[in-house]
């Protein structure tokens, strides 16, 4: 008898273990020792601050900026809000500060995200002032209108002229990296004004551009010539779904497309997760290094979709959680990313892509920890 109890204790321990390892697995609010996402979250914003918001830099800046600015909306650090708003203050049109460029591009034409971010933030406080919004709808506005003169379009003319016939930007071009650089521009300005104008070109986009590059294992193409899944390439797009799914409505008539491709590449990428948590510079070549700015992305992705019930959590929240501490082990002591892959055009060749190279503080790896850090804080709405 005692031995038949035993045997009873035992198995129960076992089950109460592996219980506690499940529980344990799926948790997205607790974490170990240096991995918790306020730490991490406000390490890299300070950073930013302190050493890389001096002079406007570009796209990663914007998105670095964007996601200073969300982290301390969700923790309500107003000094940090504050500070980043001030700095982005001599930025705008006559300030000391104004570098931005005029060219007709995607990767230009966010910079309105970091306006219209701050005049969401800012509406009904003493400090609101209108030419954010006014600055960052004069971007989401021109990315529809005609190119000029001078700004020919990337893709041939009679694909151009197709695509804007069918209510596409002049700017589009079908490389993956704008489903994020297109995107944001247009849901900042919808969740600025209400406009829906704004929600509906951006989702008939995205559906163009699902239906161009998606592939059926559920990866992107760099591009429609360009046949690898580049890591950050498809990052960008699966940040950009999971931003887009946030705002579009239940209702909306394109949110369905959306959700079935958000949802064919997030069970690849549990397919392409390496044991380490991270996926690889090319997702899928595991040979190639791993690379910590499409790690966040899509571990952004993942855990933005369990917290909002799309994806099944006893399945895919392991594997954010995987991503998360891995990424966060990425973080040196100065609150740099490191192992961050170079800027990266479009090339048709293999080696292009595997021998690209790896950096430290590089903005394309600083942006995207913080919107993971912002997205573990963030409740369901």
Known sequence: MKTRIHALLCASLVLAVAHVSTAQQTD??????GDAPAEIGKALAERFLAAQAARFSGYPMVCTWYGALTFAQITHDDDLRDRLVARFTPMLPGGAENRTTQRHHVDDSIVGVVPLEIAIQTKGLPTYDPRYL????????????PLAADTPPELPADVHDAAVKDGLSPETRFWVDDMYMLVMLQLEAYRATG?????DRDAHE???YLDRLQQPNGLFFHAPDVKYFWGRGDGWFAAGMAEMLRTL??????????????????AALLKYQGADGMWRELID???????????AMFSFALITGVKHGWLDAATYAPAA???WIAVTGYVDQNHDVTQVCEGTGKKD????????????GNLHGQAPVLWAASALLRDQN
């Open 285 to 295: 070549h595991p040979e190639a290094w791993p690379e910590s700015s499409s790690s």
């Open 195 to 199: 406009e829906r104008k704004y929600l």
């Open 28 to 33: 997205l609010t607790t974490w170990p020792r």
């Open 321 to 323: 959680r995987r991503g």
């Open 134 to 145: 006014q600055y960052g709808l004069s971007w989401a506005d021109r990315q529809w209108g």
């Open 249 to 266: 409505p239940p209702d909306h008539p394109d949110r369905p497309r959306i959700l079935k491709g958000y949802k064919l590449m997030m």
């Open 206 to 208: 995205m559906v163009a």
């Open 349 to 360: 060749d293999l080696q292009y892509y595997l021998d690209r190279h790896r950096q430290t």
